[in-house]
């Protein structure tokens, strides 16, 4: 089962927690993973941690339109073989109430979470459409359905990256090519650690499974999601919340 | 038949999978290859490509046969 030797997967945001997960858990089911993020030097950390076989690094900035355009074929390039998962995990946050948001927090979350998104699955299709086959795998976020004060850019971007992997899902099916997204709720990461601990408490009420999720939690979802046991499944939503949101 | 015709043909033949017999002036992609929307979309891709042509949305639509693609790219090159 979700056995991935001999797939190429090309992780975004591979330096974050979330991102780190994921690499780790494709790597485990045999995969050969492209490590994509904007902090080399962390880069090659978490390479090393996968032990440095059927592991790649390649640097690069998403907020720069040509760089998401040409990251799927550097990719291929030093993996030597065609990508067969992309997972679209990179993204960033400017947080603050809208009264207060300026046009450049809005731009830049839409660019980052986004456009750069699509520039990656426009990038991968051609190839993955030509050869019949492929995985596609975007991390949104459940703010993304039901909202979230301070964070109208954010969910308006992770909204948009649902209906975009509904009609690109569309698009695809007929090549054998899928694509879904993994909607994370609150998670334990180096973000989280610093909040209060009566905030973490009250956040954990709020959850029927009683505790905050962990990156390997979601990486498990994305791991489904690449694997050829999920070939029925396309521009699906699988929400990792805890059941704090029942959606 | 021109070199660029040549080039179609050869193109569609490797894409949609089709017999070179089957690939005439006349054949339109959709009816007479086989071909779906997301087909015609990559062959008109492919055809930029291998002709260094751009090829906008609005004259892509108008191509449906062998015909039309030598004809529009003909065009271009001399133009």
Redesign the interface.
């Known amino acids: 089962m979700f056995n991935l030797t001999n797939k190429v997967a090309l992780v975004t945001g591979a330096t974050g927690g979330i991102g780190q997960a994921i690499a780790r858990q494709l790597h485990a089911q045999g995969a050969t993973v492209v490590l994509s993020g904007t902090r080399e030097a962390v880069l090659a950390e978490r390479a090393a941690e996968l032990g440095g076989e059927r592991v790649h690094v390649v640097a690069a900035d998403l907020s720069d339109p040509a760089a998401a355009d040409q990251l799927v074929a550097r990719a291929e390039e030093v993996a030597g073989a065609p990508l067969d998962i992309l997972v679209n995990n990179a993204g960033l946050t400017r947080d603050t109430l809208a009264i207060r948001m300026k046009d450049e927090d809005w731009s830049k979350v839409i660019e980052v979470d986004l456009a750069s998104p699509f520039r990656l699955c426009r990038a991968a299709l051609?190839g993955m459409?030509?050869r019949r086959a492929g995985r596609i795998i975007s991390i949104a976020s459940v703010v993304g359905t039901t909202g979230n004060a301070g964070q109208a850019n954010y969910a308006a971007a992770k909204a948009g990256m649902v209906g975009m992997t509904k009609s690109l899902a569309q698009?695809a099916g007929?090549?054998g090519v899928t694509l879904n997204v993994v909607a994370p709720g609150f998670i334990a990461t180096a973000m989280t650690d610093v909040l209060p601990e009566a905030q973490k408490e009250k956040l954990v009420g709020s959850i029927p499974l009683a505790r905050m999720g962990t990156p390997d939690d979601v990486a498990s979802a994305v791991v489904y999601l690449a694997s050829d046991e999920a070939a029925w499944v396309t521009g699906a939503t699988l929400h990792v919340n805890g059941g704090m949101a029942m959606i | 038949m021109s070199e660029i015709a040549d080039k179609v043909k050869k193109i569609v033949v490797e894409h949609l999978g089709v017999e070179e017999s089957k690939v005439t002036p006349e054949a339109s992609f959709i009816d007479d290859l086989g071909a779906d929307s997301l087909d015609t979309v990559e062959l008109v891709m492919a055809f930029e490509e291998a002709f260094n042509v751009e090829i906008p949305e609005d004259a892509a639509e108008k191509i449906t046969t062998v015909k039309d693609a030598i004809d529009y790219i003909e065009a271009q090159k001399a133009a």
């Open positions: 051609k459409l030509r698009e007929s090549r």
